[in-house]
C-alpha cells in the first residue's frame, strides 16, 4: 500500500466497477462482487487487492500471489492460482495504469497565490492556478485554468501554459509557449539559449538565438531535462512526448507526436523526429537529421544518419540493429576460431 | 521574424551601414541602399530581409529565396537569384553573427535590486547590478558593474562575479571567481563538492576540496552543467569558452582559451585541456589525462589517454579518427567476405 | 593554502597528533615535534605542510619537495628528500583523507530559521536546523538535529531528513526519507515521478508513481542528479553510497551500502545493485538486472545482461573487462595482419 504520508488513496471499488472501466476477460464472472481496496504487485497483493503480470521476467511470482484479482493475458492465465480472478487482457500494462490511476488519481489543485509568490502586474492568471512559495512570473506572463506553478521555479516574460499543466519546483521557462496537461518535473529547464556561435581564434561570437519552445499538449519533461530555444525557427515538441530526466534537446529541434525520450538521451540541434520515434537511455542523435516515423533507437547508441519509419538501430556509428548485432557475434566468432588455431 | 512576446528588434539598418561592419564583397555596389528590416532564413525570408547560406545541407533553397540580400561564400554565389544582393564572405557564418547581433542585441539591463532578493550586509554590489526575485547574495560577495543575477539563484559567501556578467534563474555560485561578460545558463552548478573520498570497506571517508573554481572571461555555460571545485588546486575554465547543456566537469580540471565542449560531454578529475579543444556531445575524458591546443574529440568517445596538439580522435577507447573509421570500414569488409564464402 | 574568502582552516597541531590519529609508521621518530600548519600537494608544501603521493603518476615531483612530512607507501618511502618525514601507510590516501579533516573540518553549523524561508506549520523542525534563505518547508516534514536545508531548495510535504544532513541550494526533495549524515549537493533532485506509463498509439498512459525513495545514512548525491521515486515498490539507496554529479537513478532501483557512481552514469529501473558496486563515469545498467557485490562497470560501458559479485565488465554489449581489452586488440592485429597482406 502507497505511504499514506505522500499518496491518497480513492476507492474501495467493485471488481464490477473495474472491470467496466477496462477492456478485459473476466476469468469468474459469478465473483465480480468482490471489493478491491487497492493495486500491488504479485508478491505483496493480498484477497482484497488487483495485481498484475505484464513483465515476464516475474511470471514465477504469479502461482504463489494472494492477489484477489489479476490482469495479465491469455497466455499467462493457466498459472493464476484458483484464489485469484484472472482479468485477461491484450494489454495489461495499458489497462493496469486505468486501474491504477482509479486508485490513485493525481490530486486535486488547489488554487493559491502564495505570498512570497512574486508576479509581473501585467500577467494574466486564471483564478484557479496554483502559484507556490517564491515562484517567480514575469510580465505578460499567461497560465491557463488550473495549472500549477511549484516552488521557486520562474517562468520568464511573455510565456503561455495551458490548461491543468503542472510544473514542478525550481523549473525555468522562457521564450515558450506549453500546451495543456503537460507535467514538467523539477528542474527542467526551456527556453535557454541554443548552442549557436560562429567559432573563431578571435574568440567564438554569439548567434542571437532569436526562436521559441513550442511544447503540444500532454507532455512529460523529466527532471533536470534542458531544451534549448531555437536559433531562429523554433524548438518544437509535439503532442505526448514523453521525456525523461537529465536528457539534452538542442535548439531548432522538431518532434512530432509521441516520442519516447529515455534518461540522459541527446538530440543535437535540427534533427527532425517523426511521430512515436522511440530514443533508448543515453543514445545520441547528431545534428540536421530526420529521423522517420515509429524508428527506435537502441539505448547508448550513436546516430549520425538519417533513420528511415519504423528502422530499429543500434551502436555507434548506428546501423541496423540486426546488423550490429552480428557485427559483435562474428568478431567473437572470429576470435574463438583464431584460438583454436593457435 | 522574431516574435515580439520575446525578442525586441533594432534597426531598419542600410544595407550599405551592415556591410561596413563586416568583412565581405557585394556582388552588386549599386544597390546598397537597401533598407533592411530583419535576418531570416532561405525560405522564409523577404525583400527587406537579409538572409544566410553556410550549411551546405540546405544549399538547395538557395535559388528560390525571396530574399534580398544573401551572406555566402563564393562557390555558392552563381546560385543566387537576381533579385537577391549577393555579400561574398570568407566566413558567413561568422558574418551572418555579427549581423544578427546588430539587429537582436542582448537587452540593457536595467538595475534592480528586486525586493525579494535576500543580501547579506557584506556583499559589494555594484549600483549598475540587477538582482531578480528571490536571489541569494551570500557575505563578502562582489558583483561587477552590469551583473545580472536571475530569479532564485543562490551565489555563496565570496564569490566574486566581473562586469557584465549575466546569470541565469536557478544557478548555484559557491567557492568562485567568475570574469567579464560570461553567459551562466540556469541550473548550472559551479563550485559544488568534487567526488573526492578514499574508499573503504569501512564507509568512503570525504576528502575535504578546498580548492576554487576559476573562470575566465567571455565564458558561456550551459543549463544545468555542473563544474565542481577543486580539491587543492583548483578548477580552472579559460577565457572564451563555451560549455553546453549537462556538461559534468570534475575537480582539478584546467581548460585553456577557447574550447568547446558540446551538451553532456564529461571531462573527469585534474585532466588538463589546452586552448581551443573541442569535444563533442556525450564525449567523455578520463581522469589526469593531457588534452593538447586545438585537439577534437568526436562525440560519443571515449578517451582514455593522452591527445595531442590538433590531434582527433574518436572511438571508446579513443584512436585517431582515422584509424577509428578504418576500424568500422574493416570489420564490414570482413564480414561481407565471410558472407561470399558461405 | 585554501582561499580563506570560502574555507576555514584548523590547527596548527603538532605531527604527533596527526599521527595518533591515523595508521602509519613514521620514518624518524625524533621528529614528531614539527608543528604542522597545513597539508598541500608535493610541489606547493613548504617545511610547515604535510604532504602526500598516492597516485603515483605524481612520483616525479617526490624527490622535489619541500614538504615538512609526506604520506607515502613503503615502496614510494626510498625516494623521500631527507628533509621530509615520511609517514609510511598502507592506504596514505585514507590517511590523507583523515588528516586533511582535520585541518578542513566541514563549518559547524550555525542554527537559523531564515525570515524569507516557508514553513508549513504542521512540520516538524529541530531548534538545531539551519533554514536558508528563500527555502520551502511542506506540512509534517521531519528535520532532526543539525541538518542545513540551502538557499531557495523545495522539501515537499511529509519527507523526513535525519540528524545532521546537509542539503545543498535549490534542491528538490519529495516523497522521500533520508537518513543522517548525508550530503546532497545542488540541484539534484529526489522523488521525482518514475518514467512509468503504458505506450499506446491513442496516448501513452500515465502508471501512478506511489513509491518512495528511500536513503541510508552517509550518502552523498551530486549536483543536477536525479533519482525518480519507485512505482509501488520503493527507490533504495544503502547507507555510505557516494553518487556523482548528473547521475540518473529510475525508479524501483536497489542500491546496497557502499556504491559508487560516478558522473553522468545511469541505472535504469528495477535493477538492483548489491555492497560496494562501482559504475564508471557515462556508464549505463539496462532495467530489470541484477549487479552483484563489488562488481566494477567500467566507464562508459553500457550493461544488458547481469553481473556476478566481483566481476569487471566493459564495453557495450558488457563483457568481462579481459575479453572486452582482448576484442579491440584482436581486430587491431587483424588489421595489421590484413595490410601487410596488400
Known amino acids: 500500500m502507497a505511504d499514506k504520508r505522500f499518496f491518497d488513496k480513492a476507492g474501495p471499488f467493485s471488481l464490477k466497477d473495474i472491470v467496466a472501466r477496462i477492456n478485459c476477460t473476466v476469468s469468474d464472472e459469478t465473483r465480480l462482487s468482490l471489493i478491491v481496496t ?31 484479482a489479476v490482469l495479465l493475458t491469455q497466455q499467462d492465465a493457466p498459472h493464476l492460482p484458483e484464489s485469484a480472478i484472472g482479468l485477461i487482457s491484450n494489454d ?7 486501474v491504477s490511476q482509479l486508485f490513485y488519481p493525481e490530486p486535486v489543485v488547489e488554487a493559491q497565490i502564495h505570498p512570497t509568490a512574486h508576479i509581473e502586474e501585467t500577467a494574466q492568471i486564471d483564478s484557479s492556478v496554483r502559484l507556490e512559495a517564491g515562484c517567480s512570473i514575469g510580465d505578460h506572463v499567461v497560465l491557463g485554468a488550473g495549472v500549477v506553478i511549484g516552488a521557486n521555479s520562474v517562468i520568464e516574460r511573455g510565456v503561455t501554459i495551458g490548461a491543468n499543466t503542472r510544473i514542478g519546483p525550481n523549473v525555468y521557462i522562457g521564450y515558450a509557449d506549453i500546451g ?24 567564438h ?26 536559433m531562429g525557427p523554433d524548438t518544437i515538441i509535439g503532442d505526448g512526448c514523453k521525456i525523461d530526466n537529465l536528457v539534452q534537446i538542442g535548439h531548432n529541434v522538431v518532434m512530432g507526436r509521441g516520442c519516447v525520450l529515455a534518461g540522459q538521451a541527446g538530440v ?10 522511440a530514443c533508448g537511455a ?35 556509428p548506428a546501423t541496423s540493429m540486426r546488423q550490429w548485432l552480428k557485427q559483435h557475434a562474428f568478431v567473437a566468432t572470429l576470435m574463438r576460431k583464431g584460438r583454436n588455431k593457435e
Not at 46 to 63: M, V
Not at 216 to 225: D, K, L, P
Not at 290 to 315: H, L, N, R, Y
Open 268 to 277: 543535437a540541434g535540427s534533427t527532425k523526429l517523426g511521430n512515436f520515434v
Open 180 to 203: 495543456e496537461g503537460c507535467r514538467i518535473h523539477s528542474g527542467a529547464r526551456i527556453g535557454t539559449r541554443g548552442f549557436g556561435f560562429a567559432m573563431s581564434p578571435k574568440g
Open 92 to 98: 495489461p500494462y495499458y489497462d493496469f495504469a486505468k
Open 282 to 316: 543515453q543514445s545520441g542523435i547528431a545534428g540536421h537529421l530526420t529521423i522517420g516515423d515509429g524508428a527506435q533507437i537502441a539505448a547508448k547508441s550513436g546516430v549520425i544518419g538519417d533513420v528511415g519509419p519504423g528502422e530499429k538501430v543500434g551502436g555507434y
Open 38 to 68: 487497492d493495486v500491488a504487485p504479485l508478491d505483496s497483493a493480498g484477497p482484497a487487492t488487483l495485481s498484475f503480470l505484464f513483465n515476464r521476467r516475474y511470471k514465477a511470482t504469479l502461482d504463489q500471489t494472494k492477489a484477489g
Open 205 to 230: 561570437l554569439d548567434i542571437p538565438q532569436t526562436g521559441r519552445v513550442q511544447i503540444g499538449s500532454f507532455v512529460e519533461i523529466g527532471a533536470n531535462t534542458a531544451i534549448d530555444r531555437g
